[in-house]
């Protein structure tokens, strides 16, 4: 299963991928608008976006220039009812990694994210390292210990952005909206939940001041660096 953000403001479009994406097990974010897009990406972590070029508030190709300065490494596929070449050209240099032309068949969209998924880590994403912790964000797995561990995709979406900012402190604010996004379940409670299950799987019974989730009180949490 893959977390991925799509951003196309043909509704019955967005309809067809969502439902098709879905029925694949893919977890699907859609937005209909290229600023709320973008916004969404500065957000939370993906596996795959797909972009419309032509969207109301931000054109697709400048989303992924914006995204691709500052350092947003996740497959792109562009979604374009522009077949020339010059416009393929454009979107390849400012950093896409597919592109599908308009109309197309939703199982051929299925195969090029699976493709951009088994990219090699070095490609799609790193393996993120913190401690006796290794995360996997393509495959989704996690090691701690030495020893493979099942966390659930919530728990596994925190821990992957509290990795990517290692030393970084959070509030709670800023975690609910980055990880959880505008889910009805986004409360505190749900955030220390997350927390207490994601330290009984990574301290193997250390001292609960020893976490490598660290407490910041009246701050928030951080991983230790």
Known sequence: ???????????????????????????????????????????????????????????????????????????????????????????????????????????????RIRSLLRRPSTIAGNTLKAGTIELDPIKHTVISNGKQIHVSPRDFSLLEFLMRHPGEVFSVDALLSRVWNYDEDATPEALRSAIRRLRILLDDGKDPDQSCIENIVRVGYRLRD
């Open 1 to 111: 299963m893959a977390k991925i953000l799509l951003v196309e403001d043909d509704q019955d479009l967005a309809r067809m991928v969502v439902d098709g994406l879905t029925a694949d097990h893919h977890s699907v974010v859609a937005m209909a608008d290229g600023l709320d897009g973008l916004d969404m990406l500065k957000r939370s972590i993906y596996d795959v976006v797909i972009l419309d070029w032509q969207l109301p508030g931000m054109e697709g190709i400048e989303i992924l220039r914006k995204f691709r300065h500052g350092g947003g490494t996740t497959p792109v596929i562009m979604l374009t009812g522009r077949s020339g070449i010059n416009e393929k050209e454009q979107g390849f240099n400012v950093g896409a990694d597919d592109y599908l032309t308009k109309p197309f068949d939703i199982r051929e969209l299925s195969m």
